[in-house]
């Protein structure tokens, strides 16, 4: 009986600070999880569609909205992504097609829309792209032979390939290419998607993070994962930032191919943020 006693003078208490309220449907689909901390919304909140599809997932702090918005189609679907600084849209807006690939990013300062910006720069890289596809298409016909080194099993890179059409079936990831990948506006524009972690200046936490990347040959990120990370939030933000990103893509003998490189993202906070 003093245990059951017990059990009840701690329950209000625990749910008093915090706690996570799932609303239904009539067709009995989850709506949505809420976490609230002393009966405000506090933390992760998950929003579902009647049919059961994602529809949104954000953080509330305080009871107010703040930090990463995802937003997603009836198909549950990833379509939009931005964050919330102090009740306004603040940094890159993300939009996502039908295939939750990434297309482009607008931003904002402060709730106004900046005035918008041309990111794509290939001039450079598709030169290169032209000239060096163009001159292996002419002879495409008669240099098909399959020439490959032996592999060096202690040499962490995939054989040098010299048949194109080889090289554009070939599944490996290059570590090292003719071209390397880089992203499509430079690293500033990933640095942008990235909004500090409030755990992160709330405790001074400063550091870089590694990402390891895992790019197609069409530029797109595949998967992205943390190899160093400094916690507080910063890795996942990292992570975030460079997973929804586009490159443009590697090249080897003037084909493009798939690539995995590692990316430093460095989280330094400024003088007034300390």
């Known amino acids: 009986m003093k245990i059951l ?8 208490l625990t749910f008093s ?71 306004k849209r603040d940094g890159p807006t993300s939009y996502f097609d039908s295939t939750g690939t990434y297309v482009k990013d607008i931003f904002y ?3 106004k829309l900046d005035v918008e910006e041309e990111l794509l720069t290939y ?14 298409d002419k002879n495409s016909n008669m240099n098909r032979k399959k020439i490959k080194k032996k592999v060096d099993p202690n040499q962490p890179l995939p054989p040098p390939i010299e048949d194109e059409r080889n090289l554009e079936e070939d599944p490996a990831f290059y570590l090292s290419v003719e071209i390397m990948p880089e992203p499509i506006g430079g690293i500033d524009a990933i640095y942008r998607k990235i909004t500090y972690p409030k755990q992160a200046k709330e405790n001074n936490i400063e550091g870089t993070v590694i990402i390891r990347v895992f790019i197609d040959r069409d530029g797109e990120v595949l998967d992205a994962q943390v190899v160093k990370g400094i916690g507080y ?8 930032a460079v997973f929804y990103h586009r490159f443009k893509p590697g090249l080897q003998m003037g084909k493009r191919v798939k690539v995995q490189m590692d990316i430093p993202i460095e989280f330094k906070l400024k003088k007034d943020e300390d």
């Open 109 to 111: 300062t402060r709730g």
């Open 233 to 240: 939030g910063c890795d996942e933000a990292a992570r975030l």
């Open 17 to 87: 600070q915090v706690d996570s309220i799932v609303t239904y449907y009539d067709n009995g689909n989850i709506q949505s999880v809420i976490h609230y901390k002393k009966g405000v919304r506090d933390g992760d909140a998950i929003f579902y569609r009647e049919n059961g599809k994602l529809k949104q997932k954000l953080s509330y702090f305080n009871g107010k909205v703040n930090g990463l918005v995802r937003n997603y189609d009836e198909n549950g679907v990833l379509r939009e992504m931005f964050s919330i600084e102090n009740g």
């Open 123 to 136: 001039s450079k890289y598709d030169n290169v792209l032209k000239e060096k596809e163009g001159s292996n």
């Open 5 to 12: 006693l017990i059990l009840i003078c701690l329950t209000p």
